[in-house]
């Protein structure tokens, strides 16, 4: 990636040597704070969790060929180690300080994305137009938070043309301190829902926290955000300095839905195609043709790159389940969900043509705080409006707790593998599945389930 001293490294980590290295310079290659996906010369942190300890994978950091490690006990580093070792007295503080001093050494055009909902989708469309045109790096696994955000930054090369940085919250001032330390050229808003309601409040809360990212801009820099939301307008309005404010509304984009797995879509009366269902969909690709034009792509080349995406897991995953008799075909959405981005896949899934019965699976969604009662009371009361929907099964406590139990509707109180299990054996083969919850409930486990009843593997479309 780069050559960086090991003493850089020291001063921006404010640690001391544990075990100094034998010589002056690294070829550093990024950093790692999981032994399992260690790439030789990254730094590996060894962070200490609830559930794990990284002092205990130092041998293994070493053996993966790590070129410095950094910890907070230097007790419990092995003497004859054989890889420099740093101290520091709080891992978290050290490697956003570490990403700052990258960050200065990186030039790269850094395109920031937030949002309620679709910023992963958007982070890869954007990334896929920015590949047509040079070296580009982009936020892995979702890498949103205090701590992916400087992982993010410490691994983009340092000859990157383009970094495109997703920034995540759930508490005010989040956004800011991540925005921050990216240092954005550019900035997208995808959505403003109700998501983080816990500690955000509300709609206001959330786009105020939202609009942070363009506060960080620079004097003429151009945003891209949902057009027509009232609470984003009176948060925008409250940044002082000169933006550029590009807006993208349902009336700039219309689609037509197909269950081949592509939606194509017209913005602004000109066509483009994205391999992903859904409207949702089409916005996200709408507001990643903005940052193009912005960036001076030529529609051409955003149209090759929005079809060349390479598509984050559990975003209406389109997975084929063979049996012996009709597959079972599964969408599976489940890596998260808030009420906005429940909607938006059961409207995709309701659209689907075809005469198989289509059952939806929907996990609580959490994060709502004192919202999270009406919010469900409020989203079971819908779930008439999705009528192509055969069956409902509804899976977790707040939505058993809303006492409501509809036609057409399931109550699975339980989260537990067992359930999984039940939930799995009610599909039946020749069914539609879509999958859709929060992470914390885990609904993919239900397609690894269906997966071990059958004969084959699943099929990724």
């Keep these: 990636m780069s050559t960086w001293t090991y003493e850089d490294i020291r001063i921006a980590t404010n640690s001391g040597w544990v075990i100094e290295p034998k010589g002056d310079t690294i070829n550093y290659t990024g950093v790692a704070i999981d032994t399992r996906e260690l790439e030789s010369g990254q730094v590996f942190f060894a962070f200490v969790g609830e559930q794990t300890n990284g002092h205990a994978y130092l041998r293994q950091a070493a053996k993966a060929g790590a070129s410095v490690c950094v910890v907070t006990d230097a007790s419990k580093v092995p003497s004859d180690l054989g890889v420099p070792v740093l101290v520091v007295d709080d891992a978290l503080i050290a490697i956003t300080a570490m990403a700052g001093a990258w960050r200065t050494r990186i030039n790269a055009t850094v395109v920031a994305i937030t949002g309620s909902n679709g910023k992963t989708t958007t982070c890869r469309f954007v990334h896929a137009l920015c590949t047509q045109r040079g070296l580009s790096y982009v936020s892995q696994k979702s890498f949103n938070n205090a701590l992916g955000v400087p992982i993010t930054i410490l691994n983009t090369p340092s000859d990157a043309k383009y970094l495109i940085a997703e920034l995540g919250t759930s508490s005010p001032g989040e956004i800011a301190a991540r925005a921050a330390l990216v240092k954005p050229d550019f900035a997208v808003i995808t959505s403003i829902g109700s998501a983080h309601l816990e500690e955000l409040g509300d709609r206001a809360g959330v786009a105020k926290e939202k609009s942070a990212i363009i506060d960080a801009l620079p004097d003429g820099a151009t945003a891209v955000i949902i057009g027509g939301v009232d609470e984003l307008e009176e948060a925008i309005d409250a940044v002082k300095q000169a933006r550029n404010i590009v807006r993208v509304d349902a009336d700039r984009v219309a689609t037509c839905e197909s269950s081949s797995g592509y939606t194509p879509f017209a913005f602004d009366g000109v066509g ?28 051409e080349l955003v149209r090759v790159g929005l079809m060349n995406v390479q598509l984050p897991e559990m975003r209406l995953e389109r997975v084929e389940i063979e049996t012996t008799t009709e597959s079972i075909v599964v969408y599976n959405d489940a890596y998260n969900a808030n009420p906005d981005s429940m909607r938006a896949a059961l409207i995709t899934f309701d659209s689907l043509d075809g005469n198989s019965p289509k059952i939806a699976i929907l996990g609580d969604m959490l994060e709502l705080g004192t919202h999270a009662h009406a919010q469900h009371v409020v989203f079971v009361q819908e779930l008439a409006q999705y009528e192509s929907i055969t069956q409902f099964i509804l899976v977790g ?21 067992d359930a999984m299990n039940r939930i799995a054996s009610m599909i039946e083969p020749g069914s539609c599945v879509l999958l859709k919850g929060s992470r914390g409930i885990r609904l993919e486990r239900i397609a690894q389930v269906l997966t071990g009843l059958h004969s084959t593997e699943p099929i990724a479309k």
């Excluded at 406590?397 to 593998?417: C, H, K, Y």
């Design 272 to 299: 483009f195609t994205v391999p992903m269902l859904g409207m949702h969909n089409a916005m996200n690709a709408a507001m990643a043709i903005e940052v193009g034009r912005a960036l001076g792509f030529a529609d």
């Design 397 to 417: 406590q707040a939505f058993a707790s809303t006492g409501l139990n509809p036609g057409r509707v399931a109550l699975i109180e339980s989260i537990d593998d």
